[in-house]
């Protein structure tokens, strides 16, 4: 393997890029779209699923969908910090391996615990190759203006995932079969696993002298798994329950150990310097906001279409399709507005036009539309949060050097899984909870139906108009200002770890 020179680190003027870089941001957009496609696209499949494995009544058809939320959200930073020691290429392609693998046993399932282990597997795989995949942004785009854009395309692209797995798992459950929602991932992780080597470079840290934090490792990890799995529980039971408290307490006692034992060490999984950026922090802080919301939304919309509207699978997958649109047309309009009035000024307007649009989407009725009722508040929640996306990426890598670029990308890949699920846990509940207390005053099951979401839906919007709040308040403006990140990552040292060894070349 050939090594690139070290770029000098005199002056403003950003290190020669990797030509083959355009190439390689294609296919980290695919695996990312294909990773958070895999969250959503079970939704519509679930009940041919269960026709199929006949799962029992207790609940466990719902860990197809938990498993892989909770692997993921919970290794998803030793995934990041992995890619920052042994190599962000090698724990993409391992971690790719790995989803591939799960995807095809998904598909073979013969039984539910064949199913729902392999889910946990597939969780796993994210947690590898997702944070190792966006750490390899900064590496392949020195230059922070295109770091902006590909920033933004690769924000953008997942976002789309979550949207259109619900349109491809209600055509292929409905004219194919539901084992093809996990086989079409399979020629996709083919093909990273054949290009990738091609022009994707390897990178780093310099690991002589360093020693593994294993304490860090499985301690952070430990309670991240923790806290995720009582946010899972706290979707099906009280929050005052001690099957929900336990674990949630549990975890966040074990992550504050974690934070008093990684203070105490001098070379710890997770520098506690790393959180004293307070542009990282709210960025990492209103993804949850915005990923709680958006996962409500799009349940609880999918539920109102079937339940209220009387759509089928196919149609109520169909009749998202302009969400898809007008996030497409959002994330465009953050591309282009990100280098001419800042990050900061994006997320302001995303936030808030969010918010505008859940409070349109909360006027929804029994007796609303398609037209009318439904799409307005989905064109302008769509345009508006997917603004959010490319900004929240580009926020939670500021001032991110080379070497921590898998860790900065491993806490914001979990953020947006904790986020989803505090969602799922939290204003689904509370649609549900509504809903039924209405039903039982005798309110007509529809309209109680759309009463129950109305209400969720103006949580969200109280949720991320507070978001709004906070990056206004707190936040600092990220500029486009060349860094040399190769030099970074090659170990040049910033003002905070100059007396620390450093990262070593970028290889291909």
Known sequence: MSTLDKESTGGAQAPAADPRRWKALAILAAIQFMLVMDVTIVLVALP??????????????????????????GFLLLGGRLADMYGRRKIFMVGVVCFGVASATCGAAMSSGMLVSSRFVQGLGEALCGPAALGMIPVLFPDAKERMKALGVWGGTAALGGVIGSVVSGALTEYVDWRWIFYINIPIALAALI?????????????????VDVVGAVSITGGLVAVVYGLIKAADHSWGSSTVLLPLLGGIGVLLLAAIWETRISDPMVPIRFFTNRTRVTSNVVTLALLASFHCYAFLLILYMQKVLGYSA?????????????????????????????????????????AAGLLVASTLEADSSYVGGVLPGMIVFGLFSAMCYPALVNGALYQVTGKDSGLASGVQTAMQQIGGALGLATLVPLAIRYTTDHIGDGVIPTVAQADGASRAFQVGAILVAVAAVLVVVLMQKVDATPRNVLAEAEGEPDAETAQRPAATGVSS
């Open 48 to 73: 041919e699923i269960d026709k199929d494995l006949t799962f029992n009544p207790t609940g466990d058809l719902a860990w197809v969908i938990n498993g892989y939320v909770l692997t993921a959200g």
């Open 195 to 211: 290009l990738v080597p091609k022009v994707m470079p390897e990178s780093r840290m310099e690991r002589e002298g360093r020693s």
């Open 314 to 354: 196919i149609k109520s997958g169909m009749a998202v399709v302009p969400l898809a649109f007008a996030m497409g047309a959002g994330m465009g309009a953050a591309s282009a507005l990100m280098p001419r009035i800042g990050v900061k000024a994006v997320l302001a307007i995303g936030f808030g036009g969010a």
